[in-house]
T-cell receptor, first 112, second 111 residues
Framework: KAGVTQTPRYLIKTRGQQVTLSCSPISGHRSVSWYQQTPGQGLQFLFEYFSETQRNKGNFPGRFSGRQFSNSRSEMNVSTLELGDSALYLC???????????FGPGTRLTVT | GQQVMQIPQYQHVQEGEDFTTYCNSSTTLSNIQWYKQRPGGHPVFLIQLVKSGEVKKQKRLTFQFGEAKKNSSLHITATQTTDVGTYFCAGPSSGTYKYIFGTGTRLKVLA
């Protein structure tokens, strides 16, 4: 079974731009969660989607948004990028949402 | 809001020594998960504990969920260099699908 894939793997953007990250979950998994990982803040929950519905959202500004498609693939968007948005963005898929999560390799975003 | 703390933050051990990391939640958890992240890698699921007082073993790794379901521990017996990485615990915020990750314990094993 193929693992979770994320594209792109690396991204360099400038302040004020926007970015879209993509995540393809493991086949059959309907829950996709997004996390931001930084050295200072650790792993922080962004949001979780199940069957195209956002069930939970973390404490991030409205510049961070996401969506899930009918095939369970998910995208997250960050608008008006700030330097502090530089981080590793990880998505994780699970079957239902409260079972084991399988993480993708992440997208390393650098904002200059 | 819910907080999940782990201690210690760092641990250096000689190969062959034992290692334990502790996870403490500010609220009761319905379950707890443990992950390992190698340097430069992504978190990899190790185990999920659900029942109060539950103990599970995976080879040299022993996981425990506290009686009050607010704390957990991971113990590694006779560490090996392959055990190097950061170990995270994670638990769902009450009634949600929002997983709060612990602060992590970075383990270094000296050969």
């Amino acid at each position: 079974k193929a693992g979770v894939t994320q594209t792109p793997r690396y991204l360099i953007k400038t302040r004020g731009q926007q970015v879209t990250l993509s995540c393809s979950p493991i086949s059959g998994h309907r829950s996709v969660s997004w996390y931001q990982q930084t050295p200072g803040q650790g792993l922080q929950f962004l949001f979780e989607y199940f069957s195209e519905t956002q069930r939970n959202k973390g404490n991030f500004p409205g510049r961070f948004s996401g969506r899930q498609f009918s095939n369970s693939r998910s995208e997250m968007n960050v608008s008006t990028l700030e330097l502090g948005d530089s981080a590793l963005y990880l998505c994780a898929s699970s079957f239902r949402g409260r079972d084991e999560q399988y993480f993708g390799p992440g997208t390393r975003l650098t904002v200059t | 809001g819910q907080q999940v703390m782990q201690i210690p933050q760092y641990q250096h051990v000689q190969e062959g020594e034992d290692f334990t990391t502790y996870c403490n939640s500010s609220t009761t958890l319905s379950n707890i998960q443990w992950y390992k992240q190698r340097p430069g890698g992504h978190p990899v699921f190790l185990i999920q504990l659900v029942k109060s007082g539950e103990v599970k073993k995976q080879k040299r790794l022993t996981f425990q969920f506290g009686e009050a379901k607010k704390n957990s521990s991971l113990h590694i017996t006779a560490t090996q260099t392959t055990d190097v990485g950061t170990y995270f615990c994670a638990g769902p915020s009450s009634g949600t699908y929002k997983y709060i990750f612990g602060t992590g314990t970075r383990l270094k094993v000296l050969a």
